[in-house]
């Protein structure tokens, strides 16, 4: 059993993955962390980090603290900016034998569209994830939360991304969901990534002070595993059944059983963020555990475990 086995095959968007399992934006860098470390010819594929239009130093230490059932997160999109990126960081990815998607920032619509266009032209990328969800930047929440922005940048950017596919990330951080799902896949959005971090605190008692510099950060891991298969099965059958538009779901993901948990909740793929800090394999065993699940349960591919959850 490998994950390479045709069974797992799945249509994410305008790509083929040869299988569902990705790893998540900003849990690997852009590549080469992790290239010892695991085997990017088993993954579906791989999300880099956020890149923004300009280069940014993120927030002050401390920036991650662990709490109860997972991780809190304030990085503040440390990252190297749209130039770097395209001189220091595509000549690796382009190595990389798995589909590579780049996960984009913003604070303005010109933000995006200026890193989107650049990213499209590059072949060896396979698409964007429009990060549009990002807690950790007091400006940057607005486009996640706001239907009728979310629209207006996701039609921007599809208009200047024509090969590669377009997913849009969506924050749990809001009332309704489903309405912001609903304006990504209007502006054009290929498929939508469910989802990013719940916004969190920490506190250590002794100092009386919030353990993360940022004072908020986002929460990932085990801990909102239950919150976002609920928002996917939500988006799944409210908006993505009917219109045919892949999600790929994420949230607290360890191993094969979860994954599966995904899938049959509606995700057409599924990535793996906080899990590969404890093991930095955990995406090929998740693979391999997916297809032992297809041979104990009698199915014939991956693709038809989509959305089969019994109510
Ligand atoms: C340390 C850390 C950094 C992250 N950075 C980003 C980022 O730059 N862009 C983004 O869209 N999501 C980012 N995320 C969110 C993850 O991609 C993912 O949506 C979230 O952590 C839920 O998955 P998980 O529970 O498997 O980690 C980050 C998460 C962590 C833990």
Redesign the pocket.
Known sequence: MTASDPRLQVRLGRRTLRNPVLT????CGYGPEYDHLLDYGQLGGF?T??VTRHERPGNEPQR?AEVPG??L?A?G?A?VGLERFLAEKVPFIETMPTEVLV?V?GYTIEDYVVVCEAVDRVECLAGI?L?V??PNVSDGLMFGTDPGLLKEVVSAVRAVVTRGTLLV?LSPNVTDIASLARAAVEGGADGL?L???YVGLSIDVERRRPVLANVTG?L???A??PL?LYNVHRVYREVCADRGIPILG????QNARDAVAFLLAGASAV?????L?VDPTAPVKIAEGIAAYLDQHGFASVSELRGQLQL
């Open positions: 998540a934006s900003g849990t999300t980090k956020s991650v997972g991780l997160n990085i999109l990252n996960n920032a994830e990060n969800s990002c990330k990534s989802i990013n971090t986002g990932s891991g085990p909102i595993l976002a994420m949230g607290g993901i990535a793996i963020g906080t899990a800090f």
